[in-house]
């Protein structure tokens, strides 16, 4: 019937045409079976979740005093502010303070008497004045100093340009 309708193709041109056609339905067999798939449509990203904590930021773009600096709020410096006489952690050591990275936000001390991150407090004689810190190990030699934060040399009453000795310790959990 097809050949009675077509009378310009031969037999081995609908033979050609026949076979090419199922090659070419075979080929995609093989290329699925070869896990060669056709590319997914594109999904959206998800919505960012605005309900989560939103994250510590540093200073404001032109700060230029301290209290620019200092992005920690009133309840958290209250909060670290703990009596001098009452340290109930283990003492760790004396290290020699200067000021730390100004644009990190948080209370913390970065010093190589600590090997992984923990809470303590640091206590500065020379003002009676002591603080709960975040303790973060500092990849120096013991006895070369430590870096503290813009919000503890503060809470500790400290001259911002001074290197104050300070004793280390952990804060019992």
């Known amino acids: 019937m097809f ?12 033979a050609v045409i026949i076979f090419s ?21 594109e999904v959206p990203a998800p919505e960012p979740d605005v309900t989560a904590q939103p994250a510590v930021l540093g200073p404001p773009e032109g700060a230029r005093t301290a209290e620019d600096f200092d992005t920690t709020s009133a309840a958290e410096r209250q909060d670290a502010l703990i009596d001098a006489s009452a340290s109930d952690g283990r003492r760790l050591g004396r290290t020699i303070a200067s000021l730390g990275d100004v644009a990190e ?6 010093t190589p008497l600590v090997t992984r991150p923990q809470r303590g407090s640091v206590v500065y004689a020379a003002k009676g004045t002591s603080v709960a810190v975040d303790l973060m190990p500092l990849d120096a030699e013991p006895g070369s100093g430590s870096r503290i934060s813009l919000a503890a040399m503060r809470l500790l009453q400290a001259d911002l340009t001074a290197l104050p000795e300070i004793d280390v310790f ?3 959990p």
Do not use: D, N, Q
């Open 105 to 110: 936000p948080g209370i913390w001390l970065k």
């Open 3 to 14: 050949f009675a309708k077509h009378p310009k193709l031969s037999r081995v041109k609908a």
């Open 170 to 172: 952990t804060l019992s």
């Open 21 to 41: 056609s199922c090659a070419v339905l075979a080929g995609c067999a093989v290329f699925e079976g070869l896990g060669i798939k056709p590319a997914p449509e």
